[in-house]
Structure formats: C-alpha cells, structure tokens
C-alpha cells in the first residue's frame, strides 16, 4: 500500500471514533440524572462581591474620617478606627454582613500598617455570608427546596493616602 491510499482510511478511522465518543458522551448526558439541583445564576456569587466592595467602601470612608483627627502611631489610629466603626453599630446591625463585620472589629481581627504615604487597613479572615432560596431549581419540581448557603472568605485590604 502506498502511503497516499491509507490517509483517508486514517482520517476515516479518526471521524468515526470523535462520533461515537461524542454519541456515547450525548447519551449518558440525556439517561443520567444524578444532578438533583442546578444553580440557576451567578447573582449569587455577584452579591457577595458586591458586599464585599460595600464593606470595603464603608471601611474607606470611616477610616478617612479618622485620618483627619490627630494621631501618632499605627495603635493610636487602629484604636480611634475601631471606636468610629462601634458608633455605627446600631446602624449596621440591621444587615447581617455588616453586623458581622463589628464583631469581626469587636474580636481584634483589624490591623492597620503604615506604609510611607499610605495607611493600609486589614480586616483579616473576613467572612461574608449568603443564604437564598431562589437560586435553585429542582428536576423533581418540588415545593420545598434547601437554602444555598454561600460562605465566602477573604482578606480586606483598604488602602487610603495619608492626609
């Protein structure tokens, strides 16, 4: 055989085995339903980093304020820090992310560095949690479906120019 006449058996060869590997991976797709629930969006996902950006926005704008005042060291300006976020507290309880961020500030997880111009904020092992029960569907369509329950954690960093 000459080596012209065995390339289209070769590419004969190749087409029919990407069909049947294709067919038979179709095939166990459409007969297996293990799957019993399917997240639906990823608004889900989306609203934790929205929360995430809101808490890092909130964090800013208090530790501006507290730029402002005077202050000699990282302790002094971490201590001032902590004390404005509490006055916002009974604000804040009433959402679940932000009450957890006072306790989070409560347990001592915030740290602030000088870093030359620059004032670092750290909110370290921050964690953000959601819970829905809209974003799930059910292939046996049935009424009472689990809560998604998302836990996202993370360390913020905030990064403001020293006033």
């Known amino acids: 055989m000459s080596k012209k006449s065995a390339t289209p058996i070769q590419i004969l060869i190749l ?5 049947a590997l294709c067919g038979t991976t179709l095939f166990v797709f459409l007969t297996n339903r293990t799957a019993e629930r399917i997240i639906l969006n990823a608004g889900s996902i ?9 808490i890092k926005f909130f ?10 005042e005077n202050f000699s060291n990282e302790n002094e300006f971490e201590e001032k ?10 604000e804040l309880e009433k959402d679940p992310v932000f009450s957890n961020l006072i306790s ?13 111009e620059k004032i670092l904020v750290k909110i370290l092992n921050f964690e953000i ?4 029960k809209d974003s799930l569907t059910s292939f046996e369509k049935s009424e009472s479906l689990p809560e998604l329950q998302i836990i996202h954690k993370t360390n913020l960093t905030i990064e403001i120019e020293k006033p």
């Open 129 to 132: 949690y959601l819970s829905k």
């Open 15 to 19: 087409t029919l085995m990407a069909l």
């Open 81 to 90: 820090l902590k004390a404005k976020i509490q006055e916002y507290a009974p």
């Open 59 to 68: 964090i800013k704008q208090v530790a501006l304020d507290v730029a402002k």
């Open 46 to 54: 989306q609203e934790i980093y929205t929360k995430e950006e809101q």
């Open 104 to 116: 989070w500030v409560k347990d001592n997880n915030l740290k602030v560095e000088f870093k030359g």
